[in-house]
């Protein structure tokens, strides 16, 4: 497989020499070992390697289809296990005629008891859908004792843009109806974190109220290939590993023929003046760091109160990926936790 | 060169497979290109590739005399141009016998009459003597309209640890008869960011009144090599390139045998609780950006009141060697300058 990685890569890079012979440098092959200053969970995972699927690109709609239906049957029993491991119960239902699970913890925390968190899992708008979606969701339950709504939005190739985010805001909008938008944050990772950006767009555009708070992990905010991560962290992120594999296949089966520069699609081009407090994640591994960092940045030249977490030897969505103990994940959901709680508005408020 | 750095790494990764052979996985050589996604002035410095005197360590005492006064000779023409463009003066004095640059905008604002910001140069505690060290304490009194007092601290190889943080103590001290602690500001990049975080971990171990905010760039807070991107962005970032060059030559002739774990020569191992507020920037390609985010995690976790900005495509310290109006500069500086303006007192206050 590593020979089959290099071939593809390089294949990948006569096209960036193409256009840029004489601007580029070259960082010769290295080994990166496992760090010192990580969990051991966490270097556990880097020790596999990278993810061999990176490049398993489904070549039309019903590859697609038989790809996602075999991982969902596995991350299924993955999140039912961990909701069942962290006492948070699992209710199917539906909001605005979309699917959706309540994701309720054993104890909702008193001073969240008129709070409501929406989730909106990751997966690139093809992978994920049903329960397999919903483990991220059943972490930030757990460790901040929140009532969770995670959306089990409509996925490509059946559905493509903008069917996701059409279902995005009609729960966000059936959300409005029973909470007032200060008490209500919204999350998720990767696409999660793209869709709750293109989200806050939208209900800008359509003069809503704005949610409490948000927290897009490792955003997907920029679906085409532009952004300095994308090219340095090629190889070095143990779970995308590059972008000329399963990023690029989802973007084009998602977009569809549409502009991938509009910011429903790719946030980083919309325009974040007025956004609510933000909390950004993103690792030092990650191959979406830019496209984490080039939201931070616009959004703080724009005014917004937007913070950013970078955690050590991270690759995307590692915190997802390891148990809820694990250094990593503690950080990030205890940052999480601490972010809504303080800027989501009580009922006494 | 290209030919002789690849030696060199292929040196250096020799000695990490021997300790990590079954553990480490390997990124391809790639080139990486000038990205759409960053200044003009940035992507003209990327155009020119790495730093080709990253591995030309000295290799004596006499030696390293010469290579930071042939290299000051240039840095201080540099920075007393700078002065002259942005309307800054400088003034050479001491303060408790430590030499210092009073560096005084056209303007102090009138929020900052009673307000001091203390510059702590980079260099590696060697390089930047003199006038060759005060640019980035120019850019911001011009920037926030501050003044601005930097320390022209010894360094080794004639003066080692803790020659330098003596003299930075020192002036700290001064500068406290003059102000009260929480108008006073604490910044600098590099070795001067470790040495702003080393400065504050011994005024708590003193009982000295803390700084009101401080903001440590890419600070250098492990001199030993640990950390994630001294591994992963080694080759990439290109002012620092890698570890196994200047970076470990100086702080061989720094630490001349201390234990480099110390808190005071590598301050990530110390005990951040009860910090001012903080403001962390790296870049990107930095190959600092784990001693960054490091020192960010356990700030947080310390409940210290720590922001992090990571800014696209930005090699180590980058900001400080582009022009004053190119993106990233006036992004840090800006921020810098709103950081140190919401956060140290005022005399009304």
Redesign the interface.
């Known amino acids: 497989m590593?020979g089959v990685?290099?071939t593809v890569?390089?294949a990948v890079?006569g096209t960036?020499?193409a256009?840029?012979v004489?601007?580029?440098?070259?960082?010769?092959?290295?080994?990166?070992?496992?760090?010192?200053?990580?969990s051991d969970a966490l270097?556990k995972s880097?020790?596999r390697?990278?993810n061999r699927g990176w490049n398993h690109v489904p070549k039309d709609a019903a590859a697609w289809n038989r790809a996602v239906a075999n991982s969902a049957a596995h991350g299924e029993k993955r999140a039912m296990a961990l909701a069942s491991e962290l006492g948070v119960t699992v209710e199917e239902g539906t909001m605005a005629g979309v699917k959706v699970f309540t994701l309720l913890p054993s104890e909702v925390k008193p001073e969240n008891q008129d709070r409501l968190l929406l989730h909106i899992h990751g997966g690139g708008y093809v992978f994920s859908p049903g329960k397999s979606g919903i483990g991220e969701g059943v972490m930030m339950a757990a460790k901040g004792g929140y009532k969770v709504i995670s959306i089990d939005y409509r996925m490509a190739p059946d559905h493509p843009y903008p069917a996701a985010l059409d279902d995005a805001m009609a729960v966000y909008k059936a959300a409005l109806e029973q909470y007032p938008a200060d008490r209500i944050g919204v999350f998720g990772t990767s696409t999660g974190g793209g869709m709750t950006l293109a989200l806050v767009l939208r209900a800008k555009a359509e003069g809503l109220p704005l949610p409490g708070a948000i927290a897009p992990g490792t955003p997907w905010s920029d679906l085409t290939k532009?952004?300095?991560?994308y090219?340095?962290?090629?190889?070095?992120d143990?779970v995308l590993v590059s972008y000329e594999g399963m990023i690029r296949g989802a973007a084009e089966i998602y977009a569809a023929g549409h502009d991938m520069k509009d910011p429903y699609l790719s946030p980083v081009y919309g325009d974040f003046t007025g956004f609510p407090p933000v909390l950004l994640t993103?690792g030092?591994?990650d191959i979406f760091?830019?496209n984490t960092?080039?939201v931070?940045?616009k959004m703080?030249?724009a005014g917004v109160n937007a913070?950013?977490?970078?955690?050590?030897?991270l690759s995307h969505a590692g915190y997802c990926m390891l148990p809820m103990d694990a250094a990593e994940a503690r950080?990030h959901f205890g940052?999480l936790d601490r972010f809504f709680s303080k800027y989501l508005a009580k009922k006494a408020d």
Chains 1, 2 share one sequence.
Request: proline share 5%; glycine share 6%.
């Open positions: 590593r990685a290099k890569l390089s890079l960036v020499l256009f840029s004489a601007q580029a440098y070259e960082v010769p092959a290295h080994e990166v070992p496992v760090p010192d200053t990580v270097k880097i020790e390697g990278v532009t952004g300095d991560s090219y340095t962290h090629e190889g070095l143990t993103s030092t591994r760091l830019s960092v080039r931070h940045q703080r030249e913070d950013l977490l970078v955690i050590e030897g950080f940052e």
